[in-house]
Each structure stands twice: as structure tokens, then as C-alpha cells.
């Protein structure tokens, strides 16, 4: 069965940078693109970008200078990098899996939660 | 990029009631690309609706979606205590955006 699994550091200090990495199964990054999405404590949720099948990426545009999306196909895993943290960065980041052409998401992450903190 | 606005922000409804939550874009929306999650606290998002008015593999028939242009809507035709959770929408119009949330309680 399809499954997405994050892993991140925990607690980062301000001005640092994050390496979370998402690690799937049960279908190819080959043919489907997966997206980072973060939630604040007690907010909403903040499409962060996607990284299509075929490598190509995309993302939000208030955060694009400081983010980097890549992944490892033979490896199922997915990787967001984010410099420049800030304490409004402390967030859950989720990745999530597209289904085609409608682009929503059907499978999503259990999320994995960041701390900016000195 | 197309801001989406979700109104009540907070509603409560009782056992038995019909809740209407909308969602509001700030541009018009295919059809095609406006989705519905269910978040309930603790949990990641799940897919409620997709396209505007699909319901998601497991999703109750008494969830309901509908809309078009910058107008949708999720009705739930008669509450039930499983269904307090926020409920996000999202759309996909050259990039992606969510809704601020919808959270339903129970009156």
C-alpha cells in the first residue's frame, strides 16, 4: 500500500538550514510528484512545492528563494531543503502524494515536526 | 496566486443538522482542480472531496460538494459526531493554495 513517511532533525537554531527527507513506498517517484506542505501550530495549511515524476520542480513563491527540492528515484525518497530558518518556520512539514492531473493530494505523510529554536 | 477564503471560520452544529462550510477564490477555479480535506486534531489531512464533488474513498454519502467558478461549497446532509474536524479546501491554478479551514463543532 502506498506510504510516505517524513524524517527531520526535530530542533534547528534560528538562521540554519533543514534537511527533511520523505521517504515513500508503494508507487514510483517516477510517475507520480509529491509536494511539501507545512502547518504551523494551531494554523493552517502552506503549500511549500513539488517535485513533478519526471524531476522538474515548482515552487511557492513566497518561499522560493529559500527552498530546494530534489529527490533519489532509486532510493523512494524525497528531499526538502530550506535555509535562512526563522522561528515562523516552526511548523509540521507533510509530504504528499499527487494523483495525476486533478492534483490533489490522496496520500499524505504523518508529518514531522520542527522547531526553530535557539 | 489565487487566495481561497473559507467561511464560517469556526461553526458548531448539532446531531442531526445540515452544515454548509464554503470556499471563496479569489480567481476562478476549474471545477476539475478544487479539493476538500478533513483534518481532525492530531492527524494528518486526509482527501474528503476531489474535483469539486467526488467523494473520496471512504468518505460518508452524506458529504456533499458542489460550486464552480469562485463559488464551493461541502454540505453534510445531517451531522454526526465524527464529523468535528477542519475542513480545508485547495485548489491548483498554476500553483497550489489551501483555504484558511473551516472548524466544525458540535453544538
Known amino acids: 500500500q502506498v506510504q510516505l513517511k517524513e524524517s527531520g532533525p526535530g530542533l534547528v537554531a534560528p538562521s540554519q538550514s533543514l534537511s527533511i527527507t520523505c521517504t515513500v513506498s508503494?508507487?514510483?517517484?517516477?510517475?507520480?510528484?509529491v509536494s511539501w506542505i507545512r502547518q504551523p501550530p494551531g494554523k493552517g495549511l502552506e503549500w511549500l512545492g513539488v517535485i513533478w515524476g519526471g524531476g522538474s520542480t515548482y515552487y511557492n513563491s513566497a518561499l522560493k528563494s529559500r527552498l530546494s527540492i530534489s529527490k533519489d528515484n532509486s532510493k523512494s525518497q524525497v528531499f526538502l531543503k530550506m535555509n535562512s530558518l526563522q522561528t515562523d518556520d516552526t511548523a509540521m512539514y507533510y509530504c504528499?502524494?499527487?494523483?495525476?492531473?486533478?492534483?490533489?493530494?490522496?496520500?499524505w505523510g504523518q508529518g514531522t515536526t520542527l522547531t526553530v529554536s535557539s | 496566486q489565487i487566495v481561497l477564503t473559507q467561511s464560517p471560520a469556526i461553526m458548531s452544529a448539532s446531531l442531526g443538522e445540515r452544515v454548509t462550510m464554503t470556499c471563496t477564490a479569489s480567481s476562478s477555479v476549474s471545477s476539475s482542480y478544487l479539493h476538500w480535506y478533513q483534518q481532525k486534531p492530531g492527524s494528518s489531512p486526509k482527501l474528503w472531496i476531489y474535483s469539486t464533488s467526488n467523494l473520496a474513498s471512504g468518505v460518508p454519502a452524506r458529504f456533499s460538494g458542489s460550486g464552480s467558478g469562485t463559488s464551493y461549497s461541502l454540505t453534510i446532509s445531517s451531522m454526526e459526531a465524527e464529523d468535528a474536524a477542519t475542513y480545508y479546501c485547495?485548489?491548483?491554478?498554476?500553483?497550489?493554495?489551501f483555504g484558511s479551514g473551516t472548524k466544525l463543532e458540535i453544538k
Open positions: 508503494g508507487f514510483s517517484l517516477t510517475d507520480y510528484g
Open positions: 485547495h485548489q491548483y491554478h498554476r500553483s497550489f493554495t
Open positions: 504528499a502524494k499527487h494523483d495525476g492531473a486533478p492534483y490533489y493530494f490522496d496520500y
